[in-house]
């Protein structure tokens, strides 16, 4: 990411400076930086030892400590709901786990004072889950929290944190923990930028969740002093210092009346000349399934991930447990559209039930629909479940596979979903789907576009590294030009061709994906009236100019520029 000087640029607000990164969570807002406490400077000598008969107390006074630090976690996750409270009951899981814990007890049994133990056992287990990668190194951020919280504790001294701002203000930090970023107020922290962090770090799942914009991957975020006045624009991934008051303060008014005509969008999604495009959830189980159809915008689900269901499970749940389970979903949506999506399981979201061999490159390795190559009756037993799922309901589930690559395998897997009277697509996330879509297409009834991974494949960037967050951005001119030639592929054969990743749920880039030939589009519900009302303002063939202007740039800043500039 660059620094951009930015003097008396209208579109900077006439900000002095601005550093750039990823954009995650539209919004504009303004206010004074700060900045977390500063990690603890341990001052802990390695080489110190307990004697021998004080370290059964030293080895007490550990586990009061780890006990103190997770049952904090576990209080804020029960203060806090949705997202927060998984994230942190998550850490005070990790908080007590017992890969660090018993490496701990087992330095401090050696002699080693706790302090000291417990940096080096977090250390050892984070440098295991960095070499592991994806979301496991995600989560290296946690344990270094969980560090300074149980180190703290020991050595007595308050835990580390966000201060609590007297005036609204926009909290900068290096990556965000999940207990500071789950206590946050969104009336005092009003919108938030890190240095690393991706779309999916724990920082954006957070920001999103508060409704607060968000901007991640800000290489320079480092040289923005502490206490200065800075605007972060979630769309376009700018933090500016010090912006002339008054064009902020109109600028961010227009975002609140624009926010709360979002707020009133009803649908159903239409381009304001009437072609209408299906917005859709993604949904989890029937609880989030049953949220999204009470907002009452909504026309179905676009993609029901059923392996977030199951990621805890060490057996496979029965055909029966199953059958519930995607039977609630049906009936929150009843009678209307329902995709579901077979397991995704491998890489980022393993699932215990379903053994793989140990893999370099889990990415690339036996995920998804691969999962028959050793396990082909986990997807039989499954398709069973849906199919019974629907049984006495006016409904017909729409069925798909993840990480198809080949005809073979779309081909393959359509014939069991037919032969269970069930609608037949792919998820079209890998580069070779996409350029093979036409004849996929053929043995299909739909395609929803995984724009996450198809971004993630056709850039060689892994979609969880902060350090490539620029490159897996659902912008990039390589990606519009795979989706429009699968939108195309879909307009030739008059079928179905949705788009269930991130990129639905930004609403300039969902007008480009409409204009290239998109007919649906799924997201986390609370992102989808932005999206439909954005929709609702622009003509289809704006978005159809807007695409080509946006294939047309040579980066991903120059595209969002260029379809800006059609879009308004
Ligand atoms: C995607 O890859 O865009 C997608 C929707 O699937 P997931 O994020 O679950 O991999
Ligand atoms: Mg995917």
Not at 142 to 154: F, H, P, Q, S, T
Not at 451 to 475: G, I, K, V
Request: glycine share 8%; aromatic share 4%.
């Amino acid at each position: 990411m660059t620094e951009v000087t930015a003097m008396g640029s209208a579109d900077n607000f006439g900000a002095t400076r601005v550093v750039t990164g990823t954009p995650v969570v539209h919004g504009l807002a303004c206010g004074p930086v700060i900045r977390p406490a500063p990690r603890l400077a341990f001052d802990i000598d390695p080489a110190a030892t307990v004697d021998p008969d004080a370290r059964g107390a030293e080895q007490e006074r550990f586990a009061a400590a780890v006990a103190t630090v997770a049952s904090r976690f576990s209080a804020r996750a029960s203060a806090s709901t949705g997202s927060s409270a998984e994230v942190l009951a998550a850490t005070s899981g990790l908080a007590k786990d017992r890969a660090w814990t018993g490496a701990a007890r087992k330095l401090i049994a050696d002699g080693a004072p706790p302090a000291a133990a417990t940096i080096a056992a977090i250390e050892q287990i984070a440098t295991m889950f960095t070499k592991l990668g994806g979301r496991m190194a995600e989560r290296v951020t946690d344990l270094n929290d969980i560090r300074d919280r149980v180190v703290a504790e020991l050595l007595g001294v308050p835990e580390p944190g966000i201060p609590m701002p007297d005036e609204p203000s926009v909290l900068c930090a290096d990556d965000l923990a999940p207990a500071d970023t789950a206590g946050l107020d969104p009336t005092r922290v009003i919108a938030l930028a890190t240095r690393l962090g991706g779309p999916s770090s724990h920082t954006a799942i957070i920001a999103r969740q508060l409704g607060i914009p968000c901007v991640v991957a800000i290489a320079d975020l480092d040289s923005v002093p502490t206490g200065s006045t800075v605007y972060v624009d979630g769309e376009r991934g700018i933090v500016g210092l010090d912006p002339v008051a008054e064009q902020i303060a109109v600028a961010i008014d227009g975002h609140r009346r624009a926010a709360e005509a979002a707020a009133a969008w009803r649908g159903p999604g239409q381009t304001s000349d009437g072609h209408h495009i299906l917005i859709l959830a993604n949904v989890a189980d029937g609880t989030s399934a049953r949220k999204a159809a009470d907002l009452g915008i909504l026309e179905g689900v676009g993609l029901f991930r059923t392996e977030l269901a199951f990621l805890d499970r060490p057996d496979e749940p029965s055909v029966e447990e199953q059958t519930a389970l995607y039977r609630e979903v049906i009936d929150a949506f009843d009678g209307q559209k329902v995709v579901i999506r077979t397991l995704d399981a491998g890489s980022d979201k393993p699932l215990k039930f379903v053994t793989h061999p140990d893999e370099a490159n889990p990415a690339m390795g036996v995920r998804g629909n691969r999962i028959i190559m050793s396990n082909p009756e986990i997807r039989l037993h499954q398709l069973d479940a849906l199919a019974a799922a629907a049984q006495g309901t006016t409904a017909v589930p729409w069925v798909m596979a993840p990480m198809i690559a080949t005809v073979a395998e779309a081909r393959e897997f359509a014939a069991l979903v037919r032969e269970r009277g069930m609608i037949p697509g792919v998820m079209v996330e890998v580069p070779s789907a996409a350029v093979q879509a036409d004849k996929i297409l053929r043995e299909v009834d739909f395609v929803s576009i995984g724009t996450n991974d198809l971004t993630q494949y056709t850039m060689a960037a892994d979609r969880m590294s902060p350090e490539l967050a620029a490159l897996t951005d659902p912008w990039q001119p390589a990606v519009l030009a795979l989706i429009e030639r699968v939108g195309a592929a879909g307009a030739a054969q008059d079928k179905q061709v949705g788009v269930c990743g991130e990129a639905a749920a930004d609403p300039m880039l969902a007008c480009v994906l409409v204009g290239l030939g998109v007919t649906s589009l799924s997201a986390a519900p609370a992102a989808t009236a932005p999206v439909g009302l954005k929709l609702g303002m622009v003509t289809l063939e704006q978005c159809r100019a807007a695409a080509q202007a946006a294939m047309a740039a040579d980066s991903t800043q120059a595209a969002r520029e260029a379809a800006r500039a059609v879009l308004g």
